[in-house]
């Protein structure tokens, strides 16, 4: 069956510095993979989008890049926190129509 | 682009009493995809129910169904026999079929509170 995994679960950091947050799949191949970031009272926000490797699609501008190095990992990564990164951010993936979330990794920048 | 509102940023409903939580959603499409997703707290967010644009017939899974209203651009979840479990954030979502990439658009949520 498939799964998917995101790590870590939590993470305070300071402002200025990197970020890094992984996302893999299990069970499946060539899914299409998603990053969004929850903030309170705003709903989910779609970041990143990737339908194979190498190919990222940017929803907003911000400090944040991802990355999909391999067919079931994708990253998300700065290299300057910044405060208003602060918050809920959550992996997909897509099969069938549905959206399958991870666990989802709580980001708080001092 | 499409957008979806959730007019309720929170709810209240008693255990095994009905509730209904709203969306709309802003669209020039004909056919689409709409989803309640469900967020308990601390806990992954899953698939509460699924609706496609071209069925007129309102989706239903157990104690939860939806009021499917194309005209309006309305679509209201309905949990009958609410449950403690029910207690959770729930985010209204729509899905173009013509969408680069499958993209999901969701909602701003509505926290449901489950007195008993």
């Known amino acids: 069956s498939q799964t998917i995994h995101q790590w870590p679960a939590t993470l305070v950091q300071p402002v200025g510095s990197p970020l890094s947050l992984e996302c893999t799949v299990e069970?499946?191949?060539?899914?299409?993979l998603y990053w969004y970031r929850q903030a309170a009272g705003r709903g989910l926000q779609l970041l990143f989008y990737?339908?194979?490797?190498?190919?990222i699609s940017s929803e907003v501008p911000q400090n944040l890049s991802a990355s999909r190095p391999q067919d079931r990992q994708f990253i998300l990564s700065s290299k300057k926190l910044l405060l208003s990164d602060s918050g809920f951010y959550l992996c997909a993936w897509r099969q069938a129509g549905e959206l399958f979330f991870g666990e989802g990794s709580r980001l708080t920048v001092l | 682009a499409q957008t979806v509102t959730q007019s309720q940023p929170e709810m209240s409903v008693q255990e095994a009493e009905t509730v209904t939580l709203s969306c709309t959603y802003d669209?020039?499409?004909?056919?689409?995809?709409l989803f309640w997703y469900k967020q308990p707290p601390s806990r992954q967010m899953i698939l509460v129910i699924r609706q496609e644009a071209y069925k007129q017939q309102n989706a239903t899974e157990n104690r939860f169904s939806v009021n499917f209203q194309k005209a309006a651009k309305s679509f209201s979840l309905k949990i009958s026999d609410s449950q403690l479990g029910d207690a959770a954030m729930y985010f209204c979502a729509y899905r173009s079929p013509v969408s680069y990439g499958n993209k999901l658009v969701f909602g701003a949520g509505t926290i449901l509170r489950v007195k008993s």
């Open positions: 069970g499946t191949s060539n899914p299409n």
């Open positions: 669209t020039s499409e004909s056919d689409y995809y």
């Open positions: 990737s339908v194979g490797i190498g190919q």
